[in-house]
T-cell receptor
Framework: NAGVTQTPKFQVLKTGQSMTLQCAQD?????MSWYRQDPGMGLRLIHY???????DQGEVPNGYNVSRSTTEDFPLRLLSAAPSQTSVYFC??????????FGPGTRLLVL | GDSVTQMEGPVTLSEEAFLTINCTYT??????LFWYVQYPGEGLQLLLK?????DKGSNKGFEATYRKETTSFHLEKGSVQVSDSAVYFC????????????FGAGTILRVKS
């Protein structure tokens, strides 16, 4: 199993550009989520999904969209990037909300 | 809402020293508790967990005991190694947001040889 994979590993955007962060898992986990990691703040939940076709907002959803068309994939879209979205983004998955497995992260820099 | 507070770092120790990283939490009920570790340039890995009061989680020489009286889950290791240098996150599983994880701010551990 590859576990949770994320692409790209690093991205630089200009303010106003859009992009999609990819996340995939091969463990047949129904629960998937996106977190952002900022210095001194731990990880904060952006969006989550409890199954294909079901998504919901987390603590800090503004400026981000998600979709869940398959069990395996959970992409995160930035519609119009802002410098405040400079962060490290982690995707995670779990079975029945138990132990969450994290991907390696995507470092995003918005200029 | 639920929250986790852990000691600020960085914590700098010599090899073979004793490690304690304090973690306390505020939550409704008795949530499952976790310690995650993040090595440089990598994602988070589960280090250990405890699901009920008085449970002791352990892995790779690290231990933590779920203390409901003091709402704490302190991480300990008797003899640290240089390879233990990483960021350590305490977390709880909240009933909010579909069982999201609530993280502490993280504690940087640096071990010198």
């Amino acid at each position: 199993n590859a576990g949770v994979t994320q692409t790209p590993k690093f991205q630089v955007l200009k303010t106003g550009q859009s992009m999609t962060l990819q996340c995939a898992q091969d463990m047949n986990h129904e629960y998937m989520s996106w977190y952002r990691q900022d210095p001194g703040m731990g990880l904060r939940l952006i969006h989550y999904s409890v199954g294909a076709g079901i998504t919901d907002q987390g603590e800090v959803p503004n400026g981000y969209n998600v979709s869940r068309s398959t069990t395996e994939d959970f992409p995160l879209r930035l519609l119009s990037a802002a410098p405040s979205q400079t962060s490290v983004y982690f995707c995670a998955s779990s079975y029945q909300g138990r132990v969450q497995y994290f991907g390696p992260g995507t470092r995003l820099l918005v200029l | 809402g639920d929250s986790v507070t852990q000691m600020e770092g960085p914590v700098t120790l010599s090899e073979e020293a004793f490690l304690t990283i304090n973690c306390t939490y505020t939550a409704t009920g008795y949530p499952s508790l976790f310690w995650y570790v993040q090595y440089p340039g990598e994602g988070l890995q589960l280090l250990l967990k405890a699901t009920k009061a008085d449970d002791k989680g352990s892995n790779k020489g690290f231990e933590a005991t779920y203390r409901k009286e003091t709402t704490s889950f302190h991480l300990e290791k008797g003899s640290v190694q240089v390879s233990d240098s990483a960021v350590y996150f305490c977390a709880l599983r909240s009933m909010e947001y579909g069982n999201k994880l609530v993280f502490g701010a993280g504690t940087i551990l640096r071990v010198k040889s």
